[in-house]
């Protein structure tokens, strides 16, 4: 049985689109011999089957237009018999990326010496390319073309260009409309930070976003495939503009992504359907390599900690027992200076009293001395007077001479006395 229908075809020179004719068709599988012939490689681009629109509208954009086409049916056939031609710029590449559906890619050192003969997209090969990744709803194919952004070495104006391409796709799907997410992608200096970047981009609600809503409409499958897309995609992107490390990307994954995702039930019968139903081991594989690396390191982290801690403690309570021995010997001290102090202040008090004492004392003998030194004094005037008249009165003299010397033994006598 037999069917016919029409295929998009693009002139390669004016990028204009218009239906062609497609030969009828048998619904039989092919021989193993084609089945060979059509498997993809990364140095050629894919001749799909026949049922992917995909695959015929790429290899029609790169039949020359202008030799002219006796009917339908021969384009047809050699769009579905053939290969497509090799894959010699840019955009050939992004096109067979494209055409493989968001399955793995690989770019071979000759194709891609090949590509960096012509590295640059035109405008009319770059509005082509962003037309076929508006039909990728899911964004299955451009974290696959930032990790070959990742190996090409040597490069950087290939490296650019695919970059540049990726994000101007980013920014046209309605996932990353949000002005946050488009600041992010460029690394604005108001940009949000890798967490909160990827924390706005998990939890919006894609179902609620018009431009999603097409002929068919999403499943809540789908939804929950595009959330994981974009979120990987915008991880490689930050591994590839910030620097960000895998261990890092791995703890981010997982507290916005894989940690909201996983089942919240407490059956141990839906948990292990869950754990049994994974497939992509090497993922799986890694996360948890890095998460049991990680914590091994904490793990020894926390052991160093709880033996200083161990060493700490021991320290601090020779520490307390030292400062107790201190603070007893400065209670001592304390308390034998309180009592040199009153002993002091007992000396003080007693040396007041005394000094008082001692003044008085000498007061009184000073008022003492100085009336009887006075009195002397005149004595011993007036004796002088009576030797100075004519005739001198010598006995006058020796009377008052005596009586002042005898006066002052007198208080001599009283001062050996009072010693």
């Known amino acids: 049985m037999t069917q016919s229908r029409k295929i998009p075809i693009t002139n390669k020179s004016t990028g204009k689109l218009t239906m ?23 140095s050629e681009l894919p001749s799909e089957r026949q049922d992917s629109p995909i695959a ?22 050699d769009v579905n018999k053939k290969k ?14 494209y055409s493989r559906q968001g399955q793995r890619i690989t770019l071979k050192p000759a194709v891609e010496k090949a590509i960096c003969r012509h590295p640059k997209l035109s405008e009319e090969a770059r509005s082509r390319l962003l ?12 974290r696959q073309l930032l990790l070959i952004v990742r190996d090409i070495a040597g490069y950087p104006v290939l490296n650019s260009e695919m970059r540049n391409f990726v994000r101007q796709v980013l920014e046209m ?7 946050e997410l488009k600041s992010a992608l460029g690394n604005q200096p108001d940009a949000p930070g890798p967490e909160s970047a990827m924390a706005m981009l998990v939890t919006s609600d894609f179902s609620a976003l018009p431009d999603l809503k097409r002929d068919k409409p999403l499943r809540s499958k789908d939804f929950d495939e595009l959330r994981a897309n974009a979120a990987y995609c915008l991880a490689v992107w930050f591994t590839e503009t910030r620097g960000l490390s895998i261990e890092k990307i ?7 992504l894989w940690r909201p995702m996983s089942p919240g039930a407490k059956d141990e019968t839906v948990r292990l359907r869950s754990l049994t139903e994974i497939r992509d ?23 160093d900690a709880g033996k200083k801690l161990t060493n700490a403690s021991e320290h601090v309570t020779a520490l307390t027992m030292r400062n107790e021995q201190l603070r007893r010997d400065l209670d001592e001290r304390d308390r034998r200076l309180a009592a040199l102090d009153q002993a002091l202040e007992s000396e003080r008090r007693d040396h007041a009293h005394t000094r008082a004492h001692l003044q008085d004392d000498f007061e009184q003998l000073r008022t003492r001395l100085l009336r009887r030194i006075k009195a002397e004094v005149n004595l011993l005037t007036e004796g002088l ?15 008052h001479a005596e009586r002042a010397l005898d006066a002052l033994r007198k208080a001599i006598k009283e001062l050996e006395d009072d010693e």
């Open 20 to 42: 062609g004719k497609a030969a009828n068709v048998q619904a039989a599988a092919k021989p193993r011999t084609a089945q060979r012939d059509d498997r993809a490689t990364a």
């Open 56 to 77: 015929n509208t790429l290899a029609a954009e790169h039949i020359d237009s202008s030799q002219p086409a006796a009917s339908g049916h021969d384009l047809t056939q």
């Open 84 to 97: 497509g031609p090799p894959v010699e710029n840019l955009e050939q590449f992004i096109a067979y990326a």
């Open 131 to 142: 037309r076929l990744a508006g039909d990728d709803l899911l964004l299955a194919v451009p």
């Open 173 to 179: 799907h309605p996932a990353f409309s949000r002005p």
């Open 250 to 256: 791995n703890q981010l994954l997982y507290e916005t």
């Open 281 to 303: 081991l090497a993922g799986v594989g890694l996360a948890c390599a890095t998460f049991k690396r990680q914590s091994d390191e904490m793990a020894y982290v926390v052991a």
């Open 385 to 399: 007077h009576a030797l100075r008249r004519d005739p001198p009165k010598v006995h006058v003299m020796e009377d």
